[in-house]
């Protein structure tokens, strides 16, 4: 079964302090880029560094390296989340998600509006898992 990405209701925008969020990322990405082994991470500081690794692997090849082009998201739906969603090279669907994503209307889709679709993703997964599951 595939997600469709028009089906997905995106969430409020959390409210974080940048402070908090900043120095969090920071320690993640120091400790991901040190690969000390003392400082072993748990599977959810792996996977939240992760998500910022795919992010800054796909933002900045059409201009900004803090945001998403629709064309930068487009590739990366379709290599990242290929086996989830039905509609990644749909361009209407993308076009809808796009817009749905850019909160803020600046035609990029930054980290945060990002990991909103991520959220929202992760919550779809976890209630068809739950539907499906063990009777």
Do not use: W
């Not at 795919?54 to 990366?76: H, I, M, P, R, W």
């Amino acid at each position: 079964q595939y997600i469709s990405l028009c089906s997905i209701k995106l969430l409020p925008r959390p409210l974080y302090t940048s402070e908090l969020c900043h120095s969090a990322g920071c320690r993640l990405k120091k400790m991901a880029t040190l690969r000390n082994p003392l400082a072993k991470m748990s599977e959810l500081e792996t996977a939240m560094g992760m998500i910022i690794d795919v992010f800054d692997k796909y933002s900045g090849a059409e201009g900004n390296k803090q945001t998403l082009t629709k064309g930068e998201l487009k590739t990366l739906l379709e290599k990242e989340l290929s086996n989830f969603l039905s509609s990644g090279k749909d361009k209407e669907a993308v076009d809808k998600l796009f817009k749905g994503l850019d909160e803020n209307g600046d035609s990029e889709v930054d980290f945060n509006e990002f990991v909103i679709f991520v959220a929202a993703m992760t919550c779809c997964c976890h209630k068809y898992f739950e539907q499906k599951g063990p009777k």
